[in-house]
């Protein structure tokens, strides 16, 4: 929920470029938000030890991308007031987070949520388990359980040790009064950069954002 007490849905958004540039070509938006979400990561070490030793000194090597694993609630019954076609949207997430022809490979993804940090990753594997169905087969409920993994290149790594840094990727939501200005210069330092910002919203009328947007604040290009 944010200050004002709307709920704002997680959102996947596809991007073609390795960086994160550009606006994004699609995004799912999650039918309700998961109830858990786990991340877990893990450490790479060098255990070599010399011959008749019978222990090891653990050398630390580097932290291997993490994992996001979430869980998505598809309901097609309509029983909590909103009636979905279970399988339009599995098709649409697979659209979002699977492969594209135009790049041979999957999207570069970006997961917001609210207040969480924005996370920079790529599908590692999904799943999607159907619980009811049609009488004539078609799906009814659906859960997708999909992991993505840190994607994240070195400029990025660096930038991760900075607080604030303009470097990243940011996500806020637009209060009465903001202007992208304004916010330009709270994130990058410099609010001339407020024309790149509109551009890569896909804002026409730069001057009167509407209120209780989320604003795509993209990494400074070096």
Not at 53 to 67: C, I, L, W
Not at 71 to 93: H, L, S
Not at 123 to 144: E, V
Request: proline share 5%; aromatic share 10%; net charge negative.
């Amino acid at each position: 929920m944010s200050d004002r007490g709307t709920l704002e849905k997680l959102s996947i958004r596809a991007f073609t470029q390795a960086d994160y540039s550009g606006s994004s070509i699609g995004e799912f938006v999650a039918y309700v938000n998961p109830n858990e979400i786990t991340f877990s990561y893990e450490m790479e070490y060098d255990s070599s030890q010399g011959s008749g030793t019978t222990n090891s000194r653990m050398e630390f090597k580097k932290v291997k991308p993490g994992d996001l694993t979430l869980n998505f609630f598809i309901d097609g019954t309509g029983a909590n007031g909103k009636k979905a076609e279970v399988q339009d949207v599995f098709e649409q997430f697979q659209t979002v987070t699977g492969y594209n022809g135009d790049i041979h490979r999957p999207n570069y993804l970006m997961i917001v949520w609210g207040k969480l940090p924005v996370r920079r990753c790529i599908l590692k594997n999904a799943s999607i388990a159907y619980k009811m169905f049609r009488p004539d087969g078609s799906p009814l409920r659906a859960t997708i359980t999909a992991t993505f993994t840190d994607n994240s290149d070195d400029t990025s790594r660096v930038a991760e040790a900075q607080d604030q840094s303009p470097d990243l990727t940011h996500m806020r939501m637009l209060k009465a009064g903001q202007s992208l200005p304004e916010l330009c210069q709270e994130i990058y330092g410099d609010p001339s950069y407020y024309l790149e910002v509109a551009k890569a919203n896909d804002i026409d009328d730069f001057r009167n954002p509407v209120a209780g947007s989320r604003i795509f604040f993209p990494p400074l290009e070096k």
